[in-house]
């Protein structure tokens, strides 16, 4: 936690709609004239090094460089990762990878009040970006994320590791075959209990939020891709039973349900005080599908009525890696999109829950 702080501190002075073989053909090594995505990790926290792990295993991406507010972290990456000491970066001098041509992009895995400010910071540096969500705080924050790196003609990806796992993009394909049927219901269910009270994302000022911003944005990120089309209202309700450990702006359990245009309904649930909810369901006039655990970083399982779930399981930061570097290099469109602008419809939607828990009613959507 140290660590952390002091991390803190310094900053605050920055598929079946895919063939098998796609995934099969990870293992291959790539054409030797096809270039490889050189990435620098921004935040060597514990999500950074599970990107990096899964990395090892990349043909079309390699970590090239790192940046950190605590040396040692930088020193520790230098040894594990192979990376050049001229390409160790910290938060007051990262904006020199300007200069670097061995870095392409830079992904930001930061706390969630950090994004905005060094996502514009390595954008005027003409690199690419890929930021974890939450994106941002919220949509205004969010557009301005976009419009820079418009500007600056580079490309900003989400993490959206599950827009391209293998049993994910399995249901998606039956419905856009319509193996379901009419769409009628979604449920998403995210949530763990959560542990040491004084981490960050239990800092309103560094999460922007509570549960909502760090796991129920996969319930609506989810509702949106499984169901395949764009929510138009949102109603929320908020449950809190520990102020002492949830203070004022940080939510513990939020409850929301979604409206879309072809009359499907999908009710979730977001919480930092429940074990065991990970559970995607979907619902149509001919069929369903289940996918439990759903967004968790092991193995997804699922089934639908006509049964288990087959699609092959491979490392969810593995693919994301390699489906990225297509789309940066190679102008690759994935099948759920990725971009800055899918973060900054999530965005809009934790605004407008945020808006109906404080107002008691039905707040209209306008993504499309």
């Known amino acids: 936690m140290n660590s952390r702080r002091s991390f803190i501190?310094?900053?605050?002075?920055?598929?079946?709609?895919?063939?098998?073989?796609?995934?099969?053909?990870?293992?291959?090594?790539?054409?030797?004239?096809?270039?490889?995505?050189?990435?620098a990790l921004m935040g060597l926290g514990g999500?950074?090094?599970?990107?990096?792990?899964?990395?090892?295993?990349?043909k079309k991406a390699k970590i090239t460089g790192a940046i950190s507010g605590?040396?040692?972290?930088?020193?520790?990456w230098q040894q594990r990762f192979g990376i050049p000491e001229k390409n160790c970066y910290n938060y007051q001098t990262f904006d020199q990878i300007k200069n670097n041509p061995d870095i392409d992009?830079?992904?930001?895995?930061?706390?969630?009040?950090?994004?905005h400010s060094q996502v514009l910071r390595v954008a005027a540096a003409g690199k690419h970006v890929i930021c974890e969500k939450p994106m941002a705080l919220n949509a205004k924050e969010g557009q301005e994320m976009v419009d820079a790196c418009k500007k600056a003609g580079v490309h900003l990806l989400v993490?959206?590791?599950?827009?391209?796992?293998?049993?994910?993009?399995?249901?998606?394909?039956?419905?856009?075959?319509?193996?379901f049927g009419k769409i009628m219901f979604f449920q998403g269910q995210c949530g763990f209990r959560i542990g040491d009270p004084t981490q960050w994302r239990l800092n309103r000022e560094l999460a922007g939020g509570g549960s909502m911003m760090d796991i129920g944005i996969y319930a609506i990120n989810g509702a949106r891709y499984m169901v395949g089309e764009e929510p138009i209202w949102v109603t929320a309700q908020e449950v809190k039973t520990d102020p002492v450990k949830f203070k004022p702006g940080v939510d513990?359990?939020?409850?929301?349900?979604?409206?879309?245009p072809s009359g499907a309904m999908a009710s979730c649930l977001s919480t930092y005080n429940m074990n065991y909810l990970d559970r995607f369901y979907l619902n149509g006039e001919k069929g369903f599908a289940e996918l439990q655990p759903s967004t968790g970083y092991g193995p997804i399982k699922g089934r639908t009525?006509?049964?288990?779930l087959t699609a092959p399981h491979m490392t969810h930061q593995t693919i994301q890696m390699e489906e990225m570097a297509?789309?940066?290099?190679?102008?690759k469109q994935p099948l759920i999109p990725v971009n800055g602008e899918e973060g900054v419809k999530d965005l809009k939607i934790i605004d407008a829950i945020y808006a109906a828990v404080r107002s008691g009613c039905k707040e209209p959507l306008k993504l499309v």
Request: aromatic share 8%.
């Open 252 to 260: 513990e359990t939020i409850q929301f349900q979604f409206g879309f």
């Open 70 to 76: 605590t040396p040692a972290k930088l020193t520790d």
């Open 159 to 179: 993490g959206y590791r599950m827009h391209f796992e293998p049993k994910t993009l399995e249901v998606i394909g039956m419905r856009n075959r319509g193996e």
């Open 326 to 331: 297509d789309i940066i290099l190679r102008g």
């Open 105 to 115: 992009v830079v992904y930001i895995t930061t706390p969630n009040a950090l994004h």
């Open 305 to 308: 009525n006509k049964g288990e």
């Open 9 to 39: 501190q310094k900053v605050a002075i920055t598929a079946a709609g895919l063939p098998l073989l796609r995934f099969q053909s990870l293992a291959a090594p790539p054409a030797t004239d096809e270039p490889v995505l050189r990435v």
């Open 47 to 58: 999500y950074a090094n599970r990107v990096a792990d899964a990395m090892k295993a990349c």
